[in-house]
């Protein structure tokens, strides 16, 4: 029942990004809003295949729509890979270990200033009627994290409504990475398409 859950959830998704009324919604502020669309983190693998399949059907019709899905790890290494730093980590990891290579990689990602460099990344891949999917936190983190990339993103995508996928758990308040950690900040960003009554299974 959950994966039926999902699955019904992200099928609305791709109907809603379908209407043009999705791309004219503001936020409280008048801004174009950030969603989260959370999931139980035991469906990830199925949650994955599926997101690449919608995504790629949605992108095969011609109504002038776009899906800009972005790998979150993906953006990592290919950050890591141009300042020529990911053997550089891994021995950094071999030799002091793994807090203090995790704050190496986040140091050369600059997550903690306003020169993010996957924010750039995505600001990248941002344009003209696209819809901005952002998955794969959960293999990011804890180098990346939902609350502190979405409010550096609130002030440099301002065209593009984005939808961070959230392996775990926000009631519009809290966010709770894999159902267990709870995220040291607050970050106000819509539901879109809440689960199902009886289908939410908190670990």
Known sequence: MA?????????SLFEKIGEDKFYKEKGLGN?????????????????????????NKFNEKENGKKVELINLF????????????????FKKEKVKGKEIFLNGIRKTLRTSTDRYLIKDKI?????PNKVLFLYG????????????????LSHVITK????????????????TLFNKIE???????FMIEPRSKGEVKWL
Do not use: C, M
């Open 3 to 11: 994966i039926e859950d999902l699955k019904r959830r992200i099928d």
């Open 160 to 175: 593009n409504p984005l939808v961070l996928f959230y392996p775990g758990r926000y009631d519009q308040k809290n966010l």
């Open 31 to 55: 801004e174009i809003p950030f969603y989260i669309f959370d999931y139980d983190p035991g469906d990830e693998e199925y949650f994955r295949d599926q997101i690449i399949f919608e995504t």
């Open 123 to 127: 600001v990248e891949r941002a344009g």
């Open 74 to 89: 993906d953006l990592i290494v290919e950050v890591l890979d141009e300042k020529n730093y990911i053997e550089k980590s």
């Open 137 to 152: 936190l959960g293999t990011a983190w804890p180098i990346i994290r939902g609350s502190e990339l979405l409010n550096n």
């Open 183 to 189: 995220s040291e900040h607050y970050y106000r960003a």
